[in-house]
């Protein structure tokens, strides 16, 4: 028989929060058993396996958990990695040679980050910069050594405030955190107005915000696992 999956949006800092899960039909009534889970224990039954890559990952997105909890405050008294044990701990994924490899192209006027449901990176710029675009495009090698291009249309860029708009780059995932993503701005006609690139990895190494350290790491680890 085949099996169905149910997604769940789960936050960085909600690791440890239990879900439960029923399936009613049109009526409103329950057809299933409710089914309950959370991140923190659906990677308990990952080290009861064997495969150390696995355990790896579970431990720095457990140690990535505990980053979101203590950078926003929530639900602090019982932390995602509270339950490693000092085995457990010792596999967890040390970060090194972070480097800004960011280069604004004489146009981006910065860059900001969000970690949510997913990874956003933005490109800022000058609306004076930007107001004369009619697109951009986007590329980047992802972590399986494909090239991701695709286009955003000037329709799409985002506010950031009166003075500046963004490009969001949405397509990152977590073992994309080190890969350069470059923006390139074209005019109507389409001739280049300039190029930037940038990634998470670069503006980890200019914030240096633990949460940060904690999503390089467990990008690290799944990048390693699926590259």
């Known amino acids: 028989a085949s099996m169905n999956q149910i997604p769940v949006k789960v936050f960085a800092k909600e690791m440890t929060d239990e879900v439960t899960v029923v399936i009613c039909n049109a009526a409103g009534q329950e057809v299933s058993n ?12 990952i080290f009861t396996g064997t495969n150390v890559e696995n355990k790896i990952m579970a431990v720095d997105m457990l140690n990535y958990g505990a980053a979101a909890q203590i950078q926003f405050g929530y639900r602090t008294g019982t932390l995602a990695n509270a339950g490693l044990t000092e085995e457990q701990k ?3 994924t040390e970060v090194t040679d972070i480097v800004d490899k960011s280069d604004k192209g004489g146009i981006c006027a910065g860059a900001t980050l969000t970690l949510e449901e997913k990874i956003l990176l933005n490109f800022v710029y000058n ?7 009619a697109y951009a495009t986007v590329s980047y090698v992802d972590h399986y050594g494909k090239t991701v291009s695709y286009t955003i249309e000037a329709k799409d860029f985002l506010k950031y405030n009166d003075d500046l708009k963004m490009v969001q780059i949405n397509t990152l995932v977590v073992a994309d955190c080190r890969q350069v993503v470059s923006v390139e701005l074209f005019d109507a006609n389409g001739n280049s107005l300039g190029t930037s690139q940038n990634s998470v990895e670069s503006y980890t190494a200019r914030s240096g915000l633990e949460l940060f350290k904690a999503i390089l790491a467990f990008s690290d680890s799944a990048y390693a696992k699926f590259h």
């Open 34 to 45: 409710s089914r309950t889970n959370s991140v923190v224990a659906y990677c308990g039954n």
């Open 127 to 133: 609306n004076s910069t930007i107001d004369n675009a």
């Open 90 to 92: 010792a596999l967890a």
